[in-house]
């Protein structure tokens, strides 16, 4: 996909009232997709949401098209690439139905075709916690498997270390830009990760700040990416909850730590364990051993914030 179409797509993002699924459906109405800046008035017939004054604002994107075009050249001078969802190198797990239109990454995008392991657990993660998930992400990682996870403090960081502990790969998806470390302890671990070959990741753009909702739509991005999700520990509140319904969702397969290892905060783990979703584990082998969902769903445009 030619850059100036990416400058296009992320322009008609920012349109009110025009988010991911109707830049897209927008994009590809026309063979050329840049007659959506000449548009007819019929446009608004065809689709609900373009009102006169929505169908102006498109029509008057040329500017804005172009500060695109040179923010994204500034970026790929920088090494961060932009993957659109129309290009082979999209994640095939994010795009079977359509998510984010762009997404921006550093480091090996090769890897987002291999197998992966998800990761995801409380901020509070204690040691128990953590040395758990820090050995079998290195196990994990041994066996080939990518480790993906959300670059936070507690469980994300220990799933991201063991898997570098054994030169292994790891993806960390943010929900701030790539750019912007976060939390800023973290810096060393994400330069660490692209340096021996993973990846970050995220939907926004790379000198995005941290905002609370972003965090949370970083969540379903974790999800589409994991062919397996593991709950390392949660208070039964908060953002791992969140990701664990999403994974529910997707139909993800679901793993936690068995009962008995002092893994807290842990009356999430016992909730997820009462709803029978979820196999406890203690080695590598013993998630791998169960069978995978194949047919596991993704999220549809309509779906993504």
């Not at 080939?144 to 403090?153: I, N």
């Not at 790539?178 to 990741?201: C, H, K, M, R, W």
């Amino acid at each position: 996909m030619r850059l100036t179409d990416k400058a296009l797509l992320a322009a008609l993002t920012d349109v009110s009232g025009i988010g991911d699924t109707r830049a897209y459906e927008l994009y590809n109405h026309f063979d050329d997709p840049w007659d959506l800046l000449s548009a007819p008035g019929p446009l608004t017939d065809k689709y609900h949401y373009i009102d006169e004054t929505t169908l102006a604002s498109i029509q008057s994107l040329d500017d804005e098209v172009e500060d695109y075009i040179n923010l994204f050249n500034e970026y790929i001078s920088k090494g961060i690439k932009i993957l659109s969802i129309t290009e082979d190198r999209y994640p095939e797990a994010v795009c079977t139905s359509p998510a984010p239109v762009l997404l921006y990454a550093k480091g090996n995008v090769e890897i987002l075709t291999g197998n992966t392991v998800g990761v995801s657990g409380s901020r509070e993660t204690n040691r128990a916690g953590q040395q758990w998930i820090g050995s079998l992400s290195a196990e994990l990682a041994e066996k080939g498997y990518t480790l993906v996870s959300g670059g936070a403090r507690g469980a994300d960081t220990a799933a991201h270390q063991g898997a570098l502990d054994v030169n292994g790969s790891t993806i960390v998806v943010l929900g701030t830009g790539v750019n912007v470390a976060y939390p800023p302890e973290n810096q060393s671990l994400f330069d660490q990760v692209i340096d021996t070959g993973g990846l970050l990741i995220s939907m926004r753009l790379p000198d995005a700040e941290p905002v609370r909702h972003a965090f949370l739509d970083r969540n379903e991005l974790i999800a589409a990416l994991s062919d397996r999700m593991i709950f390392v520990a949660t208070d039964g509140n908060g953002g791992t909850m969140a990701q664990y319904k999403i994974a529910c969702e997707q139909d993800r397969p679901i793993f936690v730590p068995p009962p008995g290892l002092d893994v807290a905060p842990n009356d999430g783990l016992a909730t997820i364990r009462e709803a029978n979703a979820a196999k406890s584990i203690t080695t590598a082998s013993e998630l791998l051993g169960s069978s995978l969902t194949k047919d596991a769903k993704q999220k549809n445009l309509n779906e993504w914030t």
